[in-house]
C-alpha cells in the first residue's frame, strides 16, 4: 500500500477549525484514503474515508486534492476531545484490506 | 451499529503461560478479522489477517507457532499468547470488517502485561 506522511503533531484552539494534511503522492487509481483517530488507550475510531471525491459526514470532511496526491481532513469545530492521535492510510480494496498505520498527526486541542 | 468487544481488557500473567484474547463482533457479521500490536508511544502494526474458517495469514516477523489465531465463526476470533515473555507485554487490538470493501471497526484493545 502507499505510504503516507503527515506531521508529527499540530495543535488547534477549541471551537476553530482543525485541518490535518496528509501526503500520499504514490497512490494509485484503486486505493481508498481512510481517516482513523486513536484516544489514548483506547481502540482507533472510523472517521472517514473517500476515493476521489470530497466527502463529508458527521464527524469531519475529507478534501482529496485532484491529482489524489494529498489530502486534508477538517474538524470544523474542534473540541477538547478530539485530541487524539489521528492516522492517515491509504488501501487497496482489490488486493486485500489490510490496514498499515503510519506514524499519524498527535492533534492537541487547546482551550 | 459496528461494535466490536475485546476481553479481557488488560491481563498480567506470569512468563512461560498463555494468555487468550477474545474479539467479538457484536452486531454485525465480520469477514475478516484483524490482530494488531502497539507498544507505548508507537502506531498499530498489522500481526495478521483472519478469515472465518481459514488459516490466518500472519505478516512478516510475527511468529505464528507463538502467536495463535483462531476464527472460528463470523462473530469470533481469538488470539492466543503462547509461552509469554515479558517482551509480549503490549497493547493487542483487533479489528473486523464485514466486507473487503468497507472500513475496519476496531475493539478496546486488551493491555497485556507478563511480568
Redesign the interface.
Known amino acids: 500500500d502507499a505510504k503516507t506522511t503527515q506531521p508529527t503533531s499540530m495543535d488547534c484552539a477549541e471551537g476553530r477549525a482543525a485541518n490535518l494534511p496528509c501526503n500520499h503522492s504514490t497512490i494509485s487509481g484503486n486505493e481508498y484514503v ?1 481517516w ?1 483517530r ?1 484516544i489514548h ?6 472517521i472517514i ?1 473517500g476515493l476521489k471525491n470530497n466527502e463529508t459526514n458527521e464527524m469531519a470532511s475529507l478534501i482529496i486534492t485532484e491529482d489524489r496526491k494529498s489530502s486534508t481532513l477538517i474538524l470544523p469545530h474542534a473540541t477538547l476531545r478530539d485530541t487524539a492521535v489521528y ?1 492517515c492510510i491509504v488501501r487497496d ?1 482489490n488486493t ?9 498527526t498527535s492533534l492537541t486541542v487547546i482551550p | 451499529g459496528a461494535v ?1 468487544s ?1 476481553h479481557p481488557s488488560w491481563v498480567i500473567c506470569k512468563s512461560g503461560t498463555s494468555v487468550k484474547i477474545e474479539c467479538r463482533s457484536l452486531d454485525f457479521q465480520a469477514t ?1 478479522m ?1 490482530w ?1 500490536r502497539q507498544f507505548p508511544k508507537q ?4 500481526m495478521a ?1 483472519s478469515n472465518e474458517g481459514s488459516k490466518a495469514t500472519y505478516e512478516q516477523g510475527v511468529e505464528k507457532d507463538k502467536f495463535l489465531i483462531n476464527h472460528a465463526s463470523l462473530t469470533l476470533s481469538t488470539l492466543t499468547v503462547t509461552s509469554a515473555h515479558p517482551e509480549d507485554s503490549s ?1 493487542y ?1 483487533c ?1 473486523a ?1 464485514f466486507s ?10 486488551t ?1 497485556l502485561t507478563v511480568l
Open positions: 481512510y482513523y486513536q488507550s483506547q481502540g482507533p475510531q472510523y474515508h492516522y480494496s486485500g484490506n489490510q490496514f498499515y498505520f503510519g506514524t499519524g | 466490536v475485546q475478516t484483524f494488531y502506531s498499530l502494526m498489522l489477517t497493547f487490538i479489528s470488517s473487503r470493501y468497507n472500513e475496519q471497526f476496531f475493539g478496546p484493545g493491555r
